[in-house]
Nanobody, 123 residues
Framework: QVQLVESGGGLVQAGGSLRLSCAAS????????MRWFRQAPGKERDVVAT???????YYADSVKGRFTISRDNAQNTMFLEMNSLKPEDTAVYYC?????????????????WGQGTQVTVSS
């Protein structure tokens, strides 16, 4: 049974940093495209960053230059380094895995989801 478990969320002041982790119990982790989505109250769940099997990455315009996505295939883990955090980054952040080759996909094409971790940025 596949499980994705996020950690690292919390409360931080604007301008601060957080590092999210996603531990995956996927035997073929390296073959999956991994993504971070986020969902703020009353808003849709949107992709924040993507890292392909090849290591290619995609970032939403709102986080470009501030967030960095990475993966460690040996440890079946994905990370999201978040710097210069803003109050508008406040959301539940979800780890996701799929086998598509698109840099950006709708939520309906995600194969596996984590339970989410809350990130709150105070002004």
């Amino acid at each position: 049974q596949v499980q994705l478990v996020e950690s690292g969320g919390g409360l931080v002041q604007a301008g601060g940093s957080l590092r999210l982790s996603c531990a995956a119990s996927i035997r073929t982790f390296s073959t999956y495209t991994m993504r971070w989505f986020r969902q703020a109250p009353g808003k849709e769940r949107d992709v924040v960053a993507t890292i392909m099997r090849s290591g290619s990455t995609y970032y939403a315009d709102s986080v470009k230059g501030r967030f960095t996505i990475s993966r460690d295939n040996a440890q079946n883990t994905m990370f999201l380094e978040m710097n210069s955090l803003k109050p508008e980054d406040t959301a539940v952040y979800y780890c996701a895995a799929d086998r598509t080759t698109a840099l950006k996909i709708p939520t309906s094409l995600v194969d596996y989801w984590g339970q989410g971790t809350q990130v709150t940025v105070s002004s």
